[in-house]
């Protein structure tokens, strides 16, 4: 069964960079070049995060998206399907 869980991409500064971080899952972060590769790379990330079953990611519920909007205004927010 595949889980649902935010993902936010976050560039701070002009460069092509894309930080990855995922608010649910402390600890977790990811980053690639690009949205695109941003976006792999997060795939990537929460994948072995979920087969290692790190901070115990495979329990964990979603928090309310107006938390996490709060949390980073600044962020693209998205919901990443990942998991068996």
Same mark, same amino acid.
């Given at each position: 069964?595949?889980?649902? *869980?935010? /993902? /936010?991409y +976050? ?6 960079? &894309?930080? &990855? ?9 990811? =980053?690639? /070049?690009? +949205? ?11 994948? *072995?995060? +979920? ?5 115990? =990611? ?9 938390? +996490?909007?709060?949390? *980073? ?5 998205? /919901?990443m399907?990942?998991?068996?």
């Amino acid at each position: 069964m595949k889980n649902k *869980y935010w /993902v /936010v991409y +976050i560039n701070e500064d002009d460069s092509d960079w &894309v930080n &990855v971080t995922f608010p649910d899952i402390p600890g977790l972060k990811s =980053c690639g /070049v690009g +949205i695109d590769d941003a976006r792999k790379m997060a795939k990537e990330a929460l994948e *072995y995060a +979920i087969s290692l079953d790190f901070n115990n =990611c495979k329990s964990i519920k979603m928090s309310d998206k107006s938390k +996490i909007i709060e949390e *980073y205004p600044n962020g693209l927010i998205e /919901v990443m399907e990942a998991g068996v």
